[in-house]
């Protein structure tokens, strides 16, 4: 799983001028074999018609963290605990996401 914190943690960023992922990007991570990917914008694109971004990680069964609040975390390793509702016929969920530093976690 990977996060992207950008300047959208730290400014109030307008609906359409937030940072994103653009989809030479969503395609490059496709490629590393993620779980997932998480950001802190209103949506992992912007305006993209063609929704580009999404469908290229979806089409991998990359999981999408949209609007996470990542001010006050560090660079770092952690482990990440993102708890979806359980709702009946969506391909969406508000989920309840939560970051260990990685030396909180033991197995």
């Known amino acids: 799983f990977v996060i992207l914190k950008t300047k959208n943690s730290f400014e109030d960023i307008l609906e359409g001028a937030f940072i994103y992922l653009q989809e030479d990007g969503a395609e490059y991570l496709a490629k590393m074999g993620l779980r997932g990917v998480g ?19 979806m089409e991998e069964d990359i999981h999408i963290l949209e609007g996470l609040r990542l001010g006050h975390v560090a660079e770092g390793c952690y482990t ?15 989920v309840r996401a939560v970051l260990f530093p990685s030396t909180e976690i033991t197995r």
Do not use: F, K, T, Y
Request: proline share 9%.
């Open 39 to 57: 950001i802190d914008a209103l949506g992992i694109e912007r305006d993209q018609p063609n929704h580009g971004s999404h469908l290229a990680l």
């Open 80 to 94: 990440l605990l993102a708890l979806p509702l359980s709702i009946i016929g969506v391909e969406a969920s508000p």
